[in-house]
């Protein structure tokens, strides 16, 4: 049976017809469901399988983030040959003289095979010893300091005076070599000669005590045999007047 139709029936079943197909052609209605819409392959076919199946009407061009990048100021490196750049370098530092004396310089007691009769001293300026010989075959050892380069001597004499913090006169030649040195001065913790002097014969040399300890073992003297004030008062008490000074 045939109907005949115009043109908007025409139209209108036509269109219907395509709602049908379309539906037939997609996944099958569920009763209260929407049916999703049709998927359409994208034609970049590099992208992933994913991004294929979507539909292109959820899909949305978005450009690639581009990250900032902060640009970091340049340092410029030192030119170590240029002399306004270059590095300054720390001087090093004098070393100061250790104001310790050395441990082999304290006084102790050795064993003795000589000559020298007890009760005589013995002064090794070598060594920087001084050695007071005892009766039993021991003799006393204190660390002295002794001339320097030009001051050395060697004799022997006998102590002719003993003083207790001696008053210092410098001798005419050390004033002339040296113009800073007082005519006198009054014995006392400051002056050079320290707490004890043991004169020794008609010279102008002496063993005294000193204040400045550190310089014990060294050749620092003009000639004078120093040791430590604790040291000269100990051999000061030990020896008197007429003992034999060795200076070897």
């Given at each position: 049976?045939?109907?005949?139709?115009?043109?908007?029936?025409?139209?209108?079943?036509?269109?219907?017809?395509?709602?049908?197909?379309?539906?037939?052609?997609?996944?099958?209605?569920?009763?209260?469901?929407?049916?999703?819409?049709?998927?359409?392959?994208?034609?970049?076919?590099?992208?992933?399988?994913?991004?294929?199946?979507?539909?292109?009407?959820?899909?949305?061009?978005?450009?690639?983030?581009?990250?900032?990048?902060?640009?970091?100021?340049?340092?410029?490196?030192a030119n170590w040959w240029s002399p306004r750049q270059q590095p300054v370098r720390q001087q090093a530092k004098p070393q100061r003289q250790s104001r310790q004396v050395a441990p082999q310089f304290l006084p102790t007691v050795v064993d003795?095979?000589?000559?020298?009769?007890?009760?005589?001293?013995?002064?090794?300026?070598?060594?920087?010893?001084?050695?007071?010989?005892?009766?039993?075959?021991?003799?006393?050892?204190?660390?002295?300091?002794?001339?320097?380069?030009?001051?050395?001597?060697?004799?022997?004499?006998?102590?002719?005076?003993?003083?207790?913090?001696?008053?210092?006169?410098?001798?005419?030649?050390?004033?002339?070599?040296?113009?800073?040195?007082?005519?006198?001065?009054a014995g006392g913790p400051e002056n050079p000669l320290g707490a004890r002097a043991l004169y020794l014969g008609s010279t102008l040399y002496r063993i005294h005590g000193s204040n400045q300890p550190w310089t014990i073992g060294h050749a620092?003297?003009?000639?004078?045999?120093?040791?430590?004030?604790?040291?000269?008062?100990?051999?000061?008490?030990?020896?008197?007047?007429?003992?034999?000074?060795?200076?070897?």
């Open positions: 049976m045939f109907f005949k139709c115009n043109r908007s029936q025409k139209f209108l079943f036509l269109a219907g017809a395509m709602i049908i197909s379309a539906g037939f052609a997609g996944t099958p209605a569920v009763a209260g469901q929407v049916a999703p819409p049709p998927l359409v392959l994208s034609p970049n076919l590099t992208e992933p399988w994913v991004m294929q199946l979507q539909p292109r009407v959820q899909r949305r061009a978005t450009a690639p983030v581009q990250r900032r990048q902060v640009q970091q100021p340049k340092v410029r490196r003795y095979n000589g000559s020298r009769k007890p009760g005589s001293i013995i002064i090794d300026t070598n060594a920087r010893f001084l050695y007071l010989v005892q009766k039993d075959g021991t003799a006393r050892r204190y660390g002295v300091g002794v001339g320097k380069p030009g001051f050395e001597w060697a004799g022997t004499h006998k102590i002719t005076r003993k003083a207790e913090w001696p008053d210092w006169r410098p001798p005419a030649a050390m004033r002339k070599r040296r113009p800073d040195l007082p005519a006198f001065m620092v003297s003009s000639g004078c045999i120093r040791m430590r004030n604790e040291d000269v008062m100990d051999l000061y008490q030990r020896v008197g007047v007429g003992t034999t000074v060795h200076v070897i």
